[in-house]
């Protein structure tokens, strides 16, 4: 990856002349099966674009209570876009269920803001949507006139997951924003994707927000690199997570929830910080109760997690 970014070919992709930007965002375009693509800075700036592109000022998202893109992302739509959000809470299948979001769909009436559009997140702490929810999401959407914005961050799990091609959980959005970083590996960048017209006014929000970047081909080369040859190997993520999972199954019961490259250990503090404390001694570094493999934890690693739980 670091080899492409120092050989990646640049331009000013200000106006659309940097030819890895041009190839990475092609690429993605094609991946997806959807018109277009935006390489963008973060995740965050990808979900932004999506709200600034589908919503006025005065409409409203529907969004999760914990969504990345209403909790986490410092209110941006309502600052920047006047959009108010609708939070809903999650099912514990990481579902927004289709009747919470009919019945909080605001009717046409002048005391209320306009509902535009749906936001779901792919994954949900790991949680793959299945094509048969997203199917009935997107026949609410476009039964009631709204937009479907699907936060794919970790949208690449979702497919390798389920055994499918991500263009077919993407065809039943209208865009779907994705991390190049986290799981796929590159030190920078996401991609907002969805119809031309869409990906033409998200172009132009970029620019407003400081983010048109003038040589990226550099980063973008790291992209590339990520979408051609860390994608299919998040099934090795998967599957070491399943194997920590069985160890602290083992050791600890069924309070281990576990999808795809993400674990959640709900054990009492009694017993999760003394559990911490020996994985510490061992050499193992670990985050409270969520755990998240990447490409950077080897099966070596692996193997010592694993030790070190079964000898707590
Ligand atoms: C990380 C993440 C984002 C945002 O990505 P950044 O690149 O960190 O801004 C958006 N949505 C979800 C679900 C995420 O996990």
Same mark, same amino acid.
């Given at each position: 990856?670091?080899?492409?970014?120092?050989?990646?070919?640049?331009?000013?992709?200000?106006?659309?002349?940097?030819?890895?930007?041009?190839?990475?965002? /092609?690429?993605?375009? +094609?991946?997806?099966?959807? %018109?277009?693509?935006?390489?963008?800075?973060?995740?965050?700036?990808?979900?932004?674009?999506?709200?600034?592109?589908?919503? %006025?000022?005065?409409?409203?998202?529907?969004?999760? %209570?914990?969504?990345?893109?209403?909790?986490?992302?410092?209110?941006?739509?309502?600052?920047?876009?006047?959009?108010?959000?609708?939070?809903?809470?999650?099912?514990?299948?990481? +579902?927004?269920?289709?009747?919470?979001?009919?019945?909080?769909?605001?009717?046409?009436? &002048?005391?209320? /803001?306009?509902?535009?559009?749906?936001?779901?997140?792919?994954?949900?702490?790991?949680?793959?949507?299945?094509?048969?929810?997203?199917?009935?999401?997107?026949?609410?959407?476009?039964? %009631?006139?709204?937009?479907?914005?699907?936060? @794919? /961050?970790?949208?690449?799990?979702?497919?390798?997951?389920?055994?499918?091609?991500?263009?077919?959980?993407?065809?039943?959005?209208?865009?779907?924003?994705?991390?190049?970083?986290?799981?796929?590996?590159?030190?920078?960048?996401?991609?907002?994707?969805?119809?031309?017209?869409?990906?033409?006014?998200?172009?132009?929000?970029?620019?407003?927000?400081?983010?048109?970047?003038?040589?990226?081909?550099?980063?973008?080369?790291? @992209?590339?690199?990520?979408?051609?040859?860390?994608?299919?190997?998040?099934?090795?993520?998967?599957?070491?997570?399943?194997?920590?999972? /069985?160890?602290?199954?083992?050791?600890?019961?069924?309070?281990?929830?576990?999808?795809?490259?993400?674990?959640?250990?709900?054990?009492?503090?009694?017993?999760?910080?003394?559990?911490?404390?020996?994985?510490?001694?061992?050499?193992?570094?670990?985050?409270?109760?969520?755990?998240?493999?990447?490409?950077?934890?080897?099966?070596?690693?692996?193997?010592?997690?694993?030790?070190? &739980?079964?000898?707590?």
């Amino acid at each position: 990856m670091r080899a492409a970014m120092s050989a990646a070919e640049v331009g000013d992709d200000v106006y659309g002349e940097d030819p890895t930007v041009n190839r990475l965002e /092609a690429l993605a375009a +094609e991946r997806f099966g959807m %018109q277009s693509a935006l390489f963008v800075t973060s995740g965050t700036q990808a979900n932004l674009l999506a709200l600034l592109s589908h919503c %006025q000022r005065g409409d409203e998202f529907i969004a999760g %209570q914990t969504a990345h893109a209403y909790r986490f992302e410092a209110g941006g739509a309502a600052v920047l876009g006047g959009i108010q959000p609708q939070p809903l809470p999650f099912a514990s299948n990481g +579902e927004l269920p289709v009747d919470a979001i009919r019945a909080a769909i605001k009717p046409d009436n &002048i005391h209320f /803001a306009r509902t535009r559009l749906v936001c779901v997140e792919n994954t949900h702490n790991g949680i793959p949507l299945s094509l048969g929810y997203l199917d009935s999401v997107a026949a609410l959407c476009s039964e %009631q006139g709204l937009a479907l914005h699907m936060d @794919g /961050a970790r949208v690449f799990n979702a497919a390798v997951a389920l055994d499918v091609p991500v263009q077919d959980i993407a065809q039943r959005c209208d865009t779907v924003s994705v991390c190049l970083s986290k799981g796929l590996g590159a030190p920078v960048g996401s991609l907002l994707i969805g119809s031309a017209g869409l990906i033409d006014r998200a172009r132009r929000y970029r620019k407003m927000l400081g983010g048109g970047m003038r040589q990226a081909g550099v980063i973008a080369a790291a @992209g590339l690199w990520a979408l051609e040859h860390n994608v299919r190997r998040l099934a090795d993520d998967h599957a070491h997570a399943e194997r920590i999972a /069985a160890a602290l199954r083992d050791r600890f019961g069924d309070t281990i929830r576990q999808a795809t490259n993400m674990l959640f250990v709900d054990l009492p503090e009694a017993v999760l910080a003394p559990l911490l404390a020996h994985m510490r001694a061992q050499g193992v570094y670990v985050h409270r109760e969520r755990w998240v493999l990447h490409r950077d934890v080897l099966e070596d690693d692996v193997a010592r997690v694993i030790e070190a &739980i079964r000898s707590a």
